[in-house]
C-alpha cells in the first residue's frame, strides 16, 4: 500500500506479546484467547472472553467463496460467504469479525450435508469482533461456515464502499488493514491465506472487476448480471478486491511470457468514464517494471492476471490487491496536466505496488507488527525498479532521500521503532508511516550495500521460495537474509535499527600525535535536536560504518561494524585532512570539528552524490542539536546550490526552513542571500532551458518556487497571480493553458494572496468543475493557507456540501492551521468545524489529524492546541501518537527559535 503523506511510538520491549504483538499460531507457549480456548478433550470450546488481539487459532479458514448482489445507485448490498473452516476440537462457539453488517442466518454445513444453526451477536469487542453460538457443538475437523447478510457501502472509503463522480455511482474496495469485515464477516486477520472464489451480481453496463480472471456472465431476468470468477491463489483478506461502475476499460497487450513464467498474463487498466486514454503512460511500463521484478526475485509474477484501477475517491495512494491493483485516480492517470515531478511519483508507486505482488502478497506478515516487511520492502524495491527502467535519472540515490526525509520524524523522542508492537487496533494505522516506509526503505538500502547486492538478492530469493503463498515474521526474514548472503553476524546489526527508534550521531574527531600517526576517535549516541529530551546516551548501534579518510597518502576506505559506544581508528599513513564518515549513504548522522566541516564543503565537489547528500543533512542536523554553526551550515548549502539536482534541492529545502523560523520583520537579510546563492543558477538553467534533462528540470522548478517564496521576486509573483486569474475565469471562462502544470501550486497561491474575494470564487468554482482531481485538491488546500478571513470562512462552508467529498473537507481543515496570515480566524473556524468534518473523514486520517498541533510554534498556542485535540479524542481512534509527535515537532520549532534566530541572522548579517 502506499500512502500519500507520511505521518509516527515510544521505544517498547521487542518481546512478542502471544495476544497483542500478535505472534501468531507459531508460538507453542500460548495465553489469553488460544489458553482459555484450550478445553479438556472431547468438550466444546466455548470461549467466553472477546479476544481484544488476534482470534484464536483452532479455528483455522482454508478457503472462502462470496456471492455479492451490488448496485451503486443502491446503499446497500447483499451477501452470502461461505468459508471452509478447519476445528481443531468441538466447538459450541466461534469468534469472527464483522463489522456494520445485519446477519441474517448463520450456520454450519458439515462434510454429510448436517446444518448446525447459529446465532449470531456483534460488536463485542473493538473492530467488530463477534460469536456465533450454534445450537449443539460443531465436531472437530472440516466444516464450512455459512453467513447471510446485508450490509451499507461504506462512505469513508473504507471495505465496499461508494464514490460518486459527475453523478455516476462507483464502488472500490478498500480493506487493509482490518476493513475486509465491512465487506463479509470473516477471519479478518493477514495470517490466514486461503483461495477466495467470488460471484458478483451487477446491474448491466457496468465493469466487475476482481481478483481473479472471469469465468463467465450470466444475463438475469431483472436486468442485472451475474459475474464468476475463477479461485484465487491463497490470498489473504485484506487482499480482496472488488470495483463495479461505469469504468473505462483499456485492453493491454498480455504481458509475454519469458524465462521464469510459461504463459502470459492478461492485461487491463480501468478508470473513471471519460479518462480510459490517461492510463496509458503507466500501461505501457508495466511489461518492463514487471519484468525487472521476476528477474530480481526469480519467481514469476504469482497471479493468473493483472488489473490496474484508477478509482474516483480513495483514502490511500494506491492498494496491492492481488492481481487487481487499485490506485487513487491521481496517483495513476497521466495526462498533458501531469507534471514531470508528478509522472515520477505516479510510476514510482506503480512500482511500489507491482512489488508487492511478491512482498506482501505471495509472502505476508503473520502479525501487523511485521508490516514493514511489506512496506519497506516495497518502498526499496519500487526504487530499484525505476533505477533500472529509467537509468541515468537518480533513483540510485532515491533511498537514502527518502530516509533522510523521514529523519525529522525520527528525531523525536516519540518517535517509533520500524518494527512496532501491535497492542490495539488502533495502533494499526500507525504503522502506515515515514518509519514504515521512508526509514525501512533506507535501512534495507544500507544493508544491501554492506552485504553487497548479489548476498542481499540471494536472501530474498531464498525467502520467496521458503513462504511462498504463506506468512513470515521478522525471525524468518532474517533466518533468510543470513542463510541466503552467508552472512549471520549482520542480523543482530539488523535489528538494532528495526527494534529501536532513533538515529545513531556519530562524533567523530581526529587528533595527530608528534610523529604523524593520526587517530580517529567515532563516538556514537542518539540524535536530539536543542529542547529535546531524549537521552542521547541511551541507545547504541551496530552500525556498518563506511567512512573515507583523506590524508597525506591519499585517500582510504575505511569499513568495519561499529559495536561498542566509542571507537578508535589508527591512521598509520598520518594525519587525516579531513574525514567524510558517511561515503555509502547509511542511516546516521555525524558531527565534525568546524575545521572538519569547513574542509570538507571546500572539497564538496570531490564528494560523491551520496556522500554529499549525507554531509548536507548531517551539518543541517548538527546545526538543530547545537553543533554546527550557522555560518558553516550557510557555506555548505552555498556549495551544494551548484551540486547535482537532488543535492541543489536539499539546499532549497533546508534554506526555506531557515526562513520561516526568522520573524518576519528579520527576513531581508535571507532574501539577499537567497539571491545571491540560487538566482544565479537558475539563470544559468534558464539559459538552456530548451535542452534540460529531466532531473534539471525538476531543479528548475524547484529553484523558481523557492525564489518566489523567499526570494526578491515581488514582480514575478504579481506576474503569477496575473495568469491565475486567466487560469481560473476571473474574467472569462478558465484557461488551463494559461499557466504549466509545473507552476499550478504557485499560481493559485499567489492568486490567493494577491487576488481577494474575486480570485478565491473563480478558483473554487475551477475546482468544482475540474476532471483533474489532483488539481481540485490542490486548490480547495492551497486556498485554505492563503485566503482572507472572510473567504475562509466561506471555504469552510462550501465544503460541507455534497459537491465535495469528505477527505477534501479534512485536507481544508488540516490546511488552514497553515495560513500564517489569519491564523487566530483559522483556529477558530478549525475548531467551529471540526465535529462536522471528523465524521466524513476516512479512518486513515482520523487519527493523523491531531498531528495539526505542529503547526504552532509558541507553548502557550501547542499547549491550547494540545488541549482542544485531547477534547475530541474519540473521532479520532488511535490519535495519540499523533498528538505527541505534533506536540513535541511544535515544542523543538519553538526551541529552535529561541536558541538559533540570532545565530542565523548573525550569519546572515556577515555574509
Known sequence: ???????????????????????????????????????????????????????????????????????????????????????????????????????????????????????FEGGLADGGVSKIDFAEPVPDGNATLVMEYTAPYNMGLAGLYKATQNGRPYLATQQEPIDARRMFPGFDEPRFKTPWTLTVTAPAGNQVIANAPSTGTSQLDNGMVKHTFAPTRPIQSYLIALAVG?????????????????????????????KGDQLKTAMDITDAMVSQQEAYFNFPYPYAKLDIIAVPDFAYGAMENAGAIIYRESALLISDRTTE???????????????????????????????????????????????????????????????????????????????????????????????????????????????????????????????????????????????????????????????????????????????????????????????????????TWLVPLEMRVSGPAGDQVIRQMLTETETEFPLDAGCADWVMPNTSGGYWRFALSDDNWAALTSTFDTLSPT???????????????????????????????????DVAIVSLDRAR????????????????????????VQKALMARKDTLDENDTLLLQELSSTLLEIGKSGAERRALAKKANALVGVDGDPDPSAVPPAEFADAIKYGAQLGGEAFYKAALDYARTTQDQRERRIVLSVLAANVGEAELTDLYEQVQSDDWQGQEAWSVLQSSLGNDQNREKAWELYKANFDAVLPRTPEIRKAQTAGGVANFCTPDETKAARAFYTSKAKLMPGYERSLAQGEESANLCSAFRDEKAEELKKALSEE
Not at 515515514?434 to 535501512?443: L, P
Not at 549482520?490 to 567523530?508: D, H
Not at 548538527?622 to 558553516?632: E, H, K, T, V
Not at 526552513?657 to 544565479?680: G, K, Q
Request: hydrophobic content about 35%; glycine content about 6%.
Open 341 to 539: 515531478e508528478r509522472k515520477r511519483g505516479i510510476l514510482t508507486t506503480h512500482a511500489h505496488e507491482l512489488a508487492h505482488q511478491w512482498f506482501g502478497n505471495l509472502v505476508t506478515p503473520a502479525w501487523w507488527d511485521d508490516i514493514w516487511l511489506n512496506e519497506a520492502f516495497a518502498t526499496w524495491m519500487a526504487n530499484k525498479t525505476m533505477n533500472s527502467v529509467y537509468p541515468g535519472t537518480g533513483y540510485d540515490r532515491a533511498s537514502q532521500r527518502n530516509g533522510i526525509g523521514a529523519m525529522g520524524a525520527d528525531s523525536l523522542k516519540n518517535a517509533r521503532q520500524i518494527r512496532n508492537p501491535i497492542e490495539r487496533n488502533a495502533d494499526i494505522n500507525d504503522a502506515f508511516d515515514s518509519i514504515t516506509y521512508r526509514k525501512g526503505g533506507h535501512v534495507l538500502s544500507m544493508f544491501e550495500s554492506y552485504l553487497g547486492e548479489d548476498a542481499f538478492r540471494e536472501g530474498i530469493r531464498l525467502h520467496m521460495k521458503r513462504f511462498e503463498d504463506d506468512s513470515a515474521d521478522v525471525d524468518d526474514f532474517m533466518t533468510s537474509i543470513a542463510d541466503g548472503s552467508g552472512d549471520k553476524d549482520v542480523v543482530e546489526s539488523f535489528r538494532s535499527f528495526i527494534f529501536q527508534p532513533g538515529i545513531p550521531y556519530l562524533n567523530v574527531e581526529t587528533s595527530c600525535s608528534d610523529d604523524d600517526a593520526g587517530v580517529i576517535t567515532v563516538t556514537q549516541q542518539r540524535y536530539a535536536p536543542l529542547g529535546s529530551d531524549i537521552d542521547m546516551n541511551g541507545q
Open 657 to 680: 526552513s531557515y526562513y520561516n523560523a526568522l520573524p518576519a520583520e528579520d527576513r531581508a537579510p535571507m532574501r539577499d542571500w537567497a539571491e545571491a546563492t540560487y538566482r544565479p
Open 246 to 274: 461505469p469504468y473505462d476499460m483499456r485492453e493491454g497487450t498480455p504481458l509475454p511470457a519469458n524465462t521464469l513464467r510459461a504463459k502470459s498474463v492478461p492485461f487491463r487498466g480501468f478508470a473513471p468514464a471519460g
Open 1 to 119: 500500500m502506499t500512502l500519500n503523506r507520511f505521518k509516527t511510538s515510544i521505544f517498547a520491549s521487542v518481546a512478542c506479546l502471544a495476544l497483542l504483538a500478535g505472534c501468531g499460531p507459531k508460538d507453542s507457549d500460548k495465553s489469553g484467547p488460544e489458553a482459555e480456548a484450550t478445553a479438556p478433550e472431547n468438550e466444546p470450546v466455548k470461549l467466553e472472553t472477546p479476544p481484544a488481539g488476534q482470534l484464536p487459532d483452532d479455528v483455522i479458514p482454508t478457503a472462502y467463496s462470496i456471492d455479492l448482489i451490488t448496485d451503486p445507485a443502491q446503499s446497500t448490498f447483499e451477501g452470502k460467504v461461505e468459508i471452509d473452516i478447519r476445528l481443531d476440537q468441538p466447538h459450541a462457539r466461534i469468534w469472527l469479525h464483522s463489522l456494520d453488517q445485519t446477519i441474517e442466518r448463520a450456520f454450519v454445513r458439515l462434510d454429510d450435508g448436517t446444518e448446525i444453526e447459529g446465532t
Open 611 to 645: 556522500e554529499q547528500l549525507a554531509f548536507i543533512d548531517s551539518i543541517t542536523a548538527a546545526f538543530r542539536a547545537g553543533d554546527a554553526p550557522a555560518a558553516s551550515v550557510f557555506d555548505a548549502l552555498e556549495a551544494a546550490a551548484t551540486s547535482d539536482w
